[in-house]
């Protein structure tokens, strides 16, 4: 296959239709809900999955290939990250590929967690560069997609309150106090359809109870300060720095103090309204002018026979979940059928494509950074 984009025949329109994604099922540190569970409608195989990653080229683990995502295409499967390898251009843009090489450049993650996660930060690109050898570091932002009607007053965990310093928090690490730990971070109760974004740095964690969408740069790099887990079992002390070591741990901890409200208007991000007519909507949940990462819209078609084209701008490709309803998605070399989780990748090489519904359909497409 000639890497140049220029095949010729059958074999180049692949290219230009949508391609089904394979569901990601990942188990991580803590146990998974039953949220993620509904969503999908897979069947309770006894240990629930606490993640689903969507259009990942990343690995959850040093060896294998677990965390990476597969292509359903004509009956085989295929992983995304070797296809882009073969034929970056096609499927990134020439643009993308020239800025960010055969990465993607963003990841998409489902979380559901039946405990809250442990408390942590994210790098920024020179302390992931510096410490492990990344190009990218890690600013995530989440969008709230349903809680869990068990749990009282869903919430997540961010910023530290002020008195909190480097010399006090390594001592709170050190001791494992999770309890103070915990409480050096501000609460915040959360709503279904909230978009938080948690810059790289951020103390943060996200309680138990809800269906979160992430959004994030391309690592899996978390520094934590908690090892014991709610449920008091104890992980490795490697599981708090990955070897790194407590100080370049620290390092990672942004310990500037903002007050509550700062911190509040800092991370809950105001959806901004593009289209509104009683049959379709669509919203900016994350634009360039929250971050440059990467981008999240909401669209929601209601009404027989609705249809909606649209054009790629600045070509690259997007990333599409569909979060209710039912319908399908059309390009000239292909559809497929949509419903309730299906997870697709529109490649550059499709330049118009075009949402259709006899019933209702909601859906977010997820953009890589912005060049």
Not at 44 to 50: A, F, V
Not at 194 to 207: E, K, M, N, R
Not at 305 to 311: C, K, N
Request: glycine content about 8%; hydrophobic content about 35%; proline content about 4%.
């Amino acid at each position: 296959m000639r890497r140049d984009g220029k095949e010729n025949g059958l074999e180049a329109k692949i290219y230009e239709k949508p391609w089904r994604l394979k569901t990601n099922k990942i188990q991580y540190l803590i146990k998974g809900g039953e949220l993620l569970k509904r969503f999908f409608g897979y069947e309770d195989e006894g240990n629930l999955c606490s993640q689903v990653w969507i259009a990942s080229t990343v690995t959850s683990s040093v060896n294998g290939n677990e965390g990476l995502s597969q292509v359903e295409l004509d009956g085989d499967c295929r992983y995304l990250k070797d296809m882009i390898e073969e034929q970056p251009v096609q499927i990134l843009g020439e643009n993308h590929v020239e800025r960010f090489g055969s990465s993607a450049g963003v990841l998409i993650k489902m979380l559901n967690s039946c405990d809250r996660l442990l408390v942590q930060a994210h790098p920024d690109q020179e302390k992931a560069k510096r410490y492990f050898h990344s190009d990218y570091g890690k600013t995530e932002s989440w969008y709230v997609l349903d809680l869990d009607e068990n749990v009282e007053s869903p919430c997540i965990y961010a910023g530290f309150k002020p008195g909190v310093d480097r010399e006090s928090f390594r001592r709170l690490i050190e001791i494992q106090d999770t309890e103070k730990i915990l409480d050096c971070l501000y609460r915040f109760e959360i709503q279904k359809g909230q978009v938080i974004l948690i810059p790289a740095g951020l103390p943060h964690t996200l309680g138990a109870g809800s269906l979160m969408i992430e959004i994030q740069e391309p690592v899996d790099i978390t520094l934590r300060a908690e090892r014991i887990r709610p449920d008091g079992s104890e992980l490795p002390e490697e599981s708090l720095h990955s070897g790194i070591g407590l100080e370049a741990l620290l390092d990672c901890f942004d310990f500037t103090i903002r007050s509550e409200e700062e911190t509040r208007k800092r991370i809950f991000i105001s959806p901004r309204i593009l289209r509104e007519d009683g049959k379709i909507s669509e919203e900016v949940l994350i634009g360039p002018d929250t971050t440059t990462c990467f981008g999240m819209n909401r669209i929601r078609m209601n009404g027989m026979g609705e249809t909606r084209t649209y054009e790629k701008e600045n070509g690259a490709f997007t990333i599409v979940l569909v979060t209710d309803g039912c319908g399908r998605i059309v390009t000239d070399a292909g559809e497929e059928a949509l419903l309730k989780g299906t997870e697709i990748w529109i490649p550059n090489g499709v330049k118009t494509y075009r949402y259709e519904t006899e019933n209702s359909l909601e859906i977010v497409e997820c953009y890589p950074p912005q060049i």
